[in-house]
C-alpha cells in the first residue's frame, strides 16, 4: 500500500534543500503530506517542527498510551557537490537506488514513517493509544532541541527514531559534548618574550595532560572518546607577537549516566595542577554554549552537551518492536548507534522509553554519492506501522 507514492515523496524532498535552520520548504512538504494522507491532526510548531497525529480510541478508559516516532528534516552540507556522481539534490533513482542528500540520514525514513503510521488510519479504532509522527529541526547542530519542544507539548510512553541503523534496533548510543578549554597569557613582542606570558605554549603544556584521561568503559556502549577538534590562539595571525589567548576545542563522546561535571572534573583537576605550580598559568574547561535560530525566527539557546543512554533488551518496548520485525518475517539483531542522536533528549534526559531502527547503514550518512535502496524504504515503512501496533496493543 502506498508504496510508489512513498517513493515519489521521497523524492521531492531529497529534491528540497534543507540546512539546519532552513528547513522550511523541507516542512511545507512535510506537513502537506500529512494532511493528504489523512491524519488526524496536523500541525507545526513555534520552533518549526511539524507533527501529525493519529488519534486510536480502543485504550479510551484503559490505560492508554501514546507512542511517538521521531525524524529530523535537517541535513549536513555538500561542501565538494563536484565529487558526486550527479547533483546532490537530483533524487535520482538508478537500479532500484535512490541517491541525494538525506536519503541516508534521515529524510527517507522519515518519510517511511509518515506513510507507515498513515496505514494504521483504516484501523484506527483498534489502537490502544495515539500515534504521533515529529519530523523536527536542527538535529544535526543541537541534537534533541527539536524533539524537546514537541515534548513538552505531548507526554508520550515510546519513542521511535529513524536514525540509519541498517534495520538493527537500536538500544542506545553515545552522547556527545563539545569542550572549550581556554588559557589566557600576555600580549609582548615576540623578540622580547620574557616579557610576555606565551598562552599558545601553556595551551601546548596542558594538552598531553588532558589527552591522557582514563574514559570511562561501558560494556554496551564502548568506551568514551575525548578528542581534539580544533586549536587556534589570539591575535591570529600572530606576526611578531606572543599570543595572550589560545583556544582548544574537544569532542567528547559519552557513555550512558555521565555527566557535565563528571566530564569537567578531571579537566579542571589538571588545570588546578598547572595552576598551583605556576601563578602565571590561567585556564579555564566549560561545555560549548551554541545560539541558532530557527526557520520560524525562534532564537536557540543551549549547551553542546547531550547524554548517551540504553534501555534494556527486556524492556516491553523492545521486545514489541523484535516481535514486530519478527511477524513480517525480518530477523534483526539489537544494537547500539555510534552517534548522537535525539535519543539524547527523549531517553538521555526525561527518561522515555526509546528505541530506533533506521533503513540505511550508519556509514552511509554524510557521505559523497548517499544513497539507499528503494525496497528498503518500503521495508521501513512496513516495520514502522507493525512497531506501532505492536506497541498499541
Given at each position: 500500500m502506498h508504496s510508489e507514492q512513498l517513493i515519489d515523496f521521497c523524492q521531492k524532498i531529497i529534491q528540497t534543500e534543507s540546512l539546519s535552520g532552513q528547513e522550511e520548504q523541507m516542512a511545507a512538504l512535510v506537513k502537506t503530506e500529512m494532511e493528504k494522507l489523512g491524519y488526524d491532526q496536523v500541525w507545526v510548531d513555534a520552533y518549526g517542527n511539524v507533527?501529525?497525529?493519529?488519534?486510536?480510541?480502543?485504550?479510551t478508559g484503559r490505560d492508554p498510551r501514546t507512542i511517538l516516532f521521531d525524524g529530523h528534516m535537517d541535513t549536513v552540507g555538500v561542501p565538494s557537490p563536484e565529487r558526486w556522481s550527479d547533483s546532490p539534490f537530483s533524487g535520482?533513482?538508478?537500479?532500484?537506488?535512490?541517491?541525494?542528500?538525506g536519503t541516508a540520514d534521515m529524510k527517507c525514513a522519515l518519510a517511511a514513517m509518515i506513510y507507515g503510521v498513515a496505514e494504521?488510519?483504516?484501523s484506527k479504532a483498534a489502537l490502544a493509544g495515539d500515534v504521533y509522527v515529529a519530523a523536527v529541526v536542527f538535529e544535526e547542530t543541537l541534537e534533541g532541541v527539536g524533539l524537546g519542544k514537541v515534548l513538552d507539548s505531548i507526554s508520550v510512553d515510546c519513542v521511535v527514531l529513524g536514525e540509519p541503523s541498517d534495520f538493527k534496533l537500536c538500544l542506545g548510543q553515545k552522547g556527545r559534548a563539545e569542550i572549550v578549554i581556554k588559557t589566557d597569557g600576555e600580549n609582548a613582542h615576540s623578540a622580547t618574550p620574557d616579557r610576555g606570558i606565551n598562552a599558545a605554549s601553556h595551551m601546548i603544556s596542558?594538552?598531553?595532560?588532558?589527552?591522557?584521561?582514563?574514559?570511562?568503559?561501558?560494556?554496551?556502549?564502548?568506551?568514551g572518546i575525548l578528542e581534539l577538534t580544533d586549536i587556534i590562539s589570539s591575535p591570529y595571525p600572530g606576526s611578531s607577537v606572543i599570543p595572550n589567548h589560545c583556544r582548544a576545542t574537544y569532542d567528547r563522546r559519552l557513555v550512558s549516566n555521565e555527566t557535565e561535571e563528571d566530564v569537567l572534573a578531571p579537566i579542571t583537576e589538571i588545570i588546578s595542577q598547572f595552576e598551583s605550580r605556576n601563578p602565571?598559568?590561567?585556564?579555564?574547561a566549560a561545555i560549548k554554549?551554541?545560539?541558532?535560530?530557527?526557520?520560524?525566527?525562534?532564537?536557540?539557546?543551549?549547551?553542546?552537551?547531550?547524554?548517551?543512554?540504553i534501555i534494556p533488551e527486556s524492556a516491553p518496548q523492545v521486545q514489541a518492536a523484535l516481535q514486530a520485525c519478527k511477524n513480517l518475517g525480518y530477523e534483526t539483531r539489537v544494537d547500539y548507534y555510534p552517534f548522537c542522536t535525539d535519543g539524547s533528549e527523549s531517553a538521555g534526559r526525561r527518561g522515555i522509553p526509546t528505541i530506533g531502527i533506521g533503513p540505511a547503514p550508519s556509514n552511509m550518512a554524510h557521505v559523497v554519492d548517499e544513497h539507499?535502496?528503494?525496497?528498503?524504504?518500503v521495508k521501513a515503512k512496513n516495520i514502522y506501522r507493525e512497531i506501532a501496533l505492536a506497541l498499541l496493543n
Open positions: 507533527v501529525g497525529r493519529i488519534q486510536g480510541t480502543a485504550g535520482l533513482i538508478k537500479d532500484g537506488v535512490l541517491y541525494g542528500r494504521l488510519l483504516p596542558l594538552l598531553p595532560q588532558i589527552d591522557n584521561i582514563e574514559m570511562q568503559q561501558c560494556e554496551f556502549l564502548g568506551r602565571q598559568f590561567k585556564a579555564s554554549h551554541a545560539t541558532e535560530s530557527t526557520y520560524t525566527g525562534e532564537t536557540l539557546s543551549e549547551k553542546r552537551f547531550f547524554p548517551g543512554w539507499i535502496h528503494t525496497d528498503d524504504i
